[in-house]
């Protein structure tokens, strides 16, 4: 059981735009910031968006990051076959004096 | 370039020991924290530890600590996870981060350790 929760799955189809969510806690999303990572199939993950809504360089506009008390989001438009990969937030929790990920998401562009 | 290139896969037995490593290069290795990743068939990303090379500062996740030993030396710009006697649930792919104030922003290769009888 992931202490940051995200749906097991999301969808849609390519060009479209699609949203995932991160529900956490006061002890951890609603103190901190939230990054997000990019785990293509079979690769290492990748950062793809840190404190709450910055891009690392190279990173296209397509991805955004949100954050609103204790949740986080992730979006995505202009949907390519390309972004079909596993979808993981992450933050500090302080009350468990550790680094937290959500369960993560699997992103299907149909 | 930052890079972090991580040890070759490994196939071990129930109870050997096994070290790992992550090599980084293209930044200063002491100046930056590293955490070890733990990623099981199928599953998610668990943080199991992280190291400060430059005075080799180790903290670790408490549904780790005791199972896993992380080291570095700064030396040769190199860091490991250790384990003194492995099992069938230490099977996964483990990968290093380096951390950048508050997140992860390079990362290894992964290492895949599969421990078999």
């Known amino acids: 059981q992931s202490v940051l929760t995200q749906p097991p799955s999301v969808s849609a189809a390519p060009g479209q735009k699609v949203t995932i969510s991160c529900s956490g806690s006061?002890?951890?999303?609603?103190?901190?910031?939230v990054s997000w990572y990019q785990q293509l199939p079979g690769t290492a993950p990748k950062l793809l968006i840190y404190?709450?809504?910055k891009r690392p360089s190279g990173i296209p506009d397509r991805f955004s990051g949100s954050k609103s008390g204790t949740s986080a989001t992730l979006g995505i438009t202009g949907l390519q076959t390309g972004d079909e990969a596993d979808y993981y937030c992450?933050?500090?929790?302080?009350?468990?004096?550790?680094?937290?990920f959500g369960g993560g998401t699997k992103l299907t562009v149909l | 370039e930052v890079q972090l290139v991580q040890s070759g896969a490994e196939v071990k037995k129930p109870g050997e020991s096994l070290k790992i490593s992550c090599k980084g290069s293209?930044?200063?290795?002491?100046?930056?924290?590293l955490v070890w990743v733990r990623q099981m068939p199928g599953k998610g990303l668990e943080w199991m530890g992280i190291?400060?090379?430059?005075?080799?500062?180790?903290r670790y996740s408490p549904s780790f600590q005791g199972q896993v030993t992380i080291s570095a030396d700064k030396s040769i710009s190199t860091a490991y996870l250790q384990w003194s006697s492995l099992k069938a649930s230490d099977t996964a792919m483990y990968y290093c981060?380096?951390?950048?104030?508050?997140?992860?922003?390079?990362w290894g290769q992964g290492t895949l350790v599969t421990v078999s009888s």
């Open positions: 293209g930044y200063s290795f002491t100046s930056y924290w």
């Open positions: 992450g933050t500090w929790d302080s009350s468990l004096s550790a680094w937290v």
């Open positions: 981060a380096r951390l950048l104030s508050n997140t992860f922003d390079y």
């Open positions: 190291i400060y090379p430059g005075d080799s500062d180790t």
């Open positions: 404190d709450n809504n």
């Open positions: 006061s002890s951890n999303i609603g103190n901190s910031y």
